[in-house]
């Protein structure tokens, strides 16, 4: 079973920030957690990962609370192609398998 | 990362027979991991397969329906045998080359539907 949970859908204006909530209650100390999205008819893209701290890529900000339990992904100027189903997903780095949960549908809205 | 080419993108196939869905990889990789999605739902792991030994199935899943080889560290195919409408789905393959550094690669999937 997925470790995660997320609001099914969300809405985000064109051109601000989206931020989207992953709670892990019951993520272990050796598990990080990763953020991918997939784009309607395509294979589900990588964004990001983190341990404890947060992270930045040209993509996404990753913010992880201090007991580690939620997390939050940030577009930082949503876009219409960023609409897609964001999966939040907790697992151990090395060689271990996804189990995706259900996702939460993001709406870019003009 | 790696670049993951699957095929065929699409069939449409008659109940009862089977397709064989190929995944190729451009770098050696360990393990290679198939899904299903099922119309309008998330990804489930069928299963995981390494070089040279017999996949690990899901629960729900098994050898006979989805069989798969894994001849090399490059390639894969998985079966989806006797089929029913049931069966219609997007399966896809991904890999982990970079061991978590990068996250998984996702091929873009195969739709098959079923009649």
């Known amino acids: 079973d997925a470790k995660t949970t997320q609001p099914p859908s969300m809405d985000c204006a064109e051109g601000r920030a989206a931020n989207l909530p992953c709670n892990h209650s019951t993520i272990s100390g050796n598990e990080y957690v990763y953020w991918y999205r997939q784009i309607h008819s395509q294979g589900p893209q990588y964004i990001i990962h983190g341990l404890k701290n947060n992270e930045t890529n040209e993509m996404a900000s990753l913010i992880i609370t201090e007991d580690r339990k939620s997390s939050t992904l940030i577009l930082p100027h949503a876009t219409l192609r960023d609409t897609a189903v964001y999966y939040c997903?907790?697992?151990?780095?090395?060689?271990?398998?996804?189990?995706f949960g259900k996702g939460t549908r993001l709406h870019i809205l003009p | 990362s790696a670049v993951i080419s699957q095929k065929p993108s699409r069939d449409i196939c008659q109940r009862g027979t089977s397709l064989t869905i190929q995944c190729q990889v451009d770098?050696?990789?360990?393990?290679m991991f198939w899904y299903r999605q099922q119309p309008g739902q998330s990804l489930t792991l069928i299963a995981t397969?390494?070089?040279?030994?017999?996949?690990?199935?899901e629960s729900g899943f098994v050898i006979d329906k989805f069989p798969i080889s894994r001849p090399n560290l490059t390639f894969s195919t998985l079966t989806v045998s006797n089929m029913s409408p049931e069966d219609s789905s997007i399966y896809l393959c991904?890999?982990?080359?970079?061991?978590?550094?990068?996250?998984?690669?996702f091929g873009s999937g195969t739709r098959l539907t079923v009649v």
């Open positions: 770098s050696q990789v360990t393990m």
């Open positions: 397969a390494n070089q040279g030994s017999e996949a690990t199935y």
């Open positions: 997903i907790v697992r151990v780095a090395v060689a271990d398998k996804i189990i």
């Open positions: 991904s890999v982990d080359p970079d061991r978590g550094l990068n996250g998984y690669t």
